[in-house]
């Protein structure tokens, strides 16, 4: 790599299933030194692994591979280095496919995250798949190599950004403020379009987001970097979109990685121009002696009925039907059955679906017998004796597996991290030799309100923004404002008690909440609220994806000098 003291390091993918074409604009779209995409996700890695099951020859994203037949050799042309988790499970059989494209590239492969083998051994379980979060100096190691393309299985999501960085730079395990201003620019661009707008919750002040560019993080010798997008491109890079990225998945102001833990409490951003954030101050400590490991396993078997409750008397049709349906399942009825009532019924209704409630059932059981043909025989057996107007929206079905994701935790010598390089060469790649126990960083002690001003009741998102999402069974909500002179209030609104009064869900759950100054944030995580994950469906919105929306549109008392005029 040339010794630039600005490496431009873009994105392309920020999921499994992410926008095919967005390699294609990324290459032709400006100079990039770095193309990076990831397609890793707890889910991903559940969903992969029953691939490998059913078939030992997959277990990687083969959007990826269908990607770099149409562009490998656009990326060779230009100098462009291709970094990506895409080989989920199996790396190795995706190094091979790439081999077959026959564009004479010299491809890297970093092992060492599979412990599925060694669960046992290493305290465990014996899960479907084990699977550790390596760091970013193996792919570092195959960069400065000479590799054009670089595979890995489960390494961190930052790890795709940070390792370039690391090659280029030359930055050792000891230079930890630069790892963590690396790392902060990485997190900021691993979800794609999730920082240029896609997903914000301010989206229509945003002029063009009908085909959002994907992001590049131009970073520099001290870690320091600038978040933009290629010229031409829909979407925007502001403060506030990036302040939404940054906040979106994380725990507290300590940001755990397996090369530095990232302290996003000493995050500065400041606007660069148009399309253009400046991230400077990151502080970065020693990272944790363990590493976390994503343990995926089939939990059991799940199957669901929607039922339609029109008109009057929903609350009684709904009990009579859930009444009759658990009398004529006793015996038979699955380990664990969950209801929800959705009132979206309206009163005097112009609409038969505007008058209309769903009441949903949802079965898990270890036989797939239970929870499968017995479990919608006795709905659809109700159908002509229960409540008025019985119909249903979802027709019967066999029981599907599910998945439960958990997170382990090894020393970090027990994954065996290794980069093996295009001549077939072994690397290994040895461990921190300086770590720190991670202790929890709240962030600084709360001011009281000060009382007796005038106020007006509004939606939270009046003024906040938030964005939300998913850590195995937790749920993640990162809250902002855009105003110093609204960040007393935030902070003082934003407690556990209040968190709980917001979102009922959350009313016996371990609430944690985290303060975050210097970007105006408040991160609040839910313990529990999705039970055992997204493939476990234990609510509505399994990901989480939607809570900070819901938490924006409930009412609290917001003082009147914060309001702009025409919101007074």
């Known amino acids: 790599m040339t010794a630039a003291e600005t490496l431009r390091v873009g994105n392309c993918s920020g999921f499994y299933g992410d926008r095919l074409a967005a390699m294609r604009e990324m290459l032709e779209g400006g100079e990039l030194d770095v193309l990076t995409g990831d397609y890793l996700a707890e889910l991903t890695m559940l969903i992969l692994g029953r691939d490998r099951m059913a078939d030992p020859a997959t277990g990687y994203a083969r959007t990826f591979l269908v990607q770099l037949k149409d562009c490998l050799k656009l990326a060779l042309d230009r100098g462009v280095r291709i970094v990506a988790n895409a080989g989920g499970v199996n790396p190795p059989g995706l190094v091979a496919a790439i081999r077959e494209l026959d564009l004479?590239?010299?491809?890297?492969?970093?092992?060492?995250?599979?412990?599925?083998?060694?669960?046992?051994?290493?305290?465990?379980?014996?899960?479907?798949?084990?699977?550790?979060?390596?760091?970013?100096?193996?792919?570092?190691?195959?960069?400065?190599a000479g590799a054009d393309v670089v595979v890995t299985g489960r390494v961190t999501d930052a790890a795709l950004t940070v390792g370039p960085a690391i090659a280029h730079f030359g930055w050792e395990r000891t230079d930890l403020d630069a790892l963590a201003g690396a790392t902060v620019a990485g997190h900021v661009i691993e979800c794609g379009t999730q920082a240029t707008g896609g997903n914000y919750a301010f989206f229509t002040e945003i002029a063009d987001l009908g085909h959002p560019g994907f992001p590049i993080a131009e970073i520099r010798r001290d870690g320091s970097s600038v978040i933009t997008k290629h010229a031409g491109t829909g979407g925007a890079v502001t403060v506030g979109t990036v302040t939404a990225q940054l906040v979106y998945e994380v725990d507290d102001a300590r940001y755990a990685g397996p090369d530095v833990t990232t302290r996003l409490d000493t995050v500065s951003l400041r606007q660069d121009g148009p399309d253009r954030v400046e991230i400077t101050g990151v502080r970065g400590e020693p990272p944790p002696p363990d590493l976390k490991v994503c343990r995926t396993s089939i939990g059991g078997y799940r199957n669901e009925m929607t039922v339609v409750l029109t008109g009057l008397d929903v609350e009684a049709k709904a009990a009579l039907f859930r009444g009759q349906f658990e009398a004529a399942a006793r015996g038979t009825a699955p380990a664990e059955l969950t209801w929800n009532l959705a009132r979206l019924d309206t009163t005097d209704a112009p609409t038969q679906q505007q008058a209309s409630a769903l009441?949903?059932?949802?079965?898990?059981?270890?036989?797939?017998?239970?929870?499968?043909?017995?479990?919608?025989?006795?709905?659809?057996?109700?159908?002509?004796?229960?409540?008025?107007?019985?119909?249903?929206?979802?027709?019967?079905?066999?029981?599907?597996?599910?998945?439960?994701?958990?997170?382990?935790?090894?020393?970090?010598?027990?994954?065996?991290?290794?980069?093996?390089?295009?001549?077939?060469?072994?690397?290994?790649?040895?461990?921190?030799?300086?770590?720190?126990?991670?202790?929890?960083?709240?962030?600084?002690?709360?001011?009281?309100?000060?009382?007796?001003?005038?106020?007006?009741?509004?939606?939270?998102?009046?003024?906040?923004?938030?964005?939300?999402?998913?850590?195995?069974?937790?749920?993640?909500?990162?809250?902002?404002?855009?105003?110093?002179?609204?960040?007393?209030?935030?902070?003082?609104?934003?407690?556990?008690?209040?968190?709980?009064?917001?979102?009922?869900?959350?009313?016996?759950l371990p609430v944690r909440i985290t303060r975050l100054p210097a970007i105006r944030a408040v991160n609040v995580v839910v313990e529990g609220l999705l039970g055992l994950g997204v493939a476990y469906h234990a609510r509505f919105d399994p990901q989480a994806k939607g809570l900070g929306e819901w938490l924006r549109s409930r009412h609290v008392e917001i003082p009147e000098s914060l309001l702009a005029e025409g919101a007074r």
């Open 359 to 508: 009441l949903t059932v949802v079965a898990r059981d270890p036989s797939e017998k239970v929870a499968g043909r017995a479990f919608t025989s006795a709905a659809v057996e109700l159908a002509l004796g229960s409540y008025p107007g019985f119909f249903s929206t979802t027709p019967p079905g066999r029981a599907h597996p599910y998945g439960v994701f958990t997170a382990g935790f090894v020393p970090q010598a027990e994954a065996r991290h290794e980069v093996v390089l295009d001549d077939g060469s072994v690397v290994a790649i040895d461990p921190p030799a300086l770590t720190q126990a991670l202790r929890p960083h709240p962030g600084p002690a709360v001011e009281p309100a000060s009382g007796g001003i005038p106020t007006r009741r509004l939606p939270l998102g009046t003024l906040a923004g938030a964005r939300s999402g998913d850590k195995g069974g937790d749920a993640n909500v990162g809250l902002w404002v855009r105003d110093d002179a609204a960040y007393p209030w935030l902070v003082s609104l934003i407690t556990e008690e209040t968190v709980r009064e917001l979102l009922p869900e959350a009313a016996d």
């Open 104 to 144: 004479d590239a010299r491809v890297a492969l970093v092992r060492g995250d599979d412990l599925t083998a060694r669960a046992g051994d290493l305290g465990l379980g014996q899960p479907l798949g084990a699977h550790a979060y390596l760091g970013a100096f193996g792919i570092a190691r195959a960069l400065t």
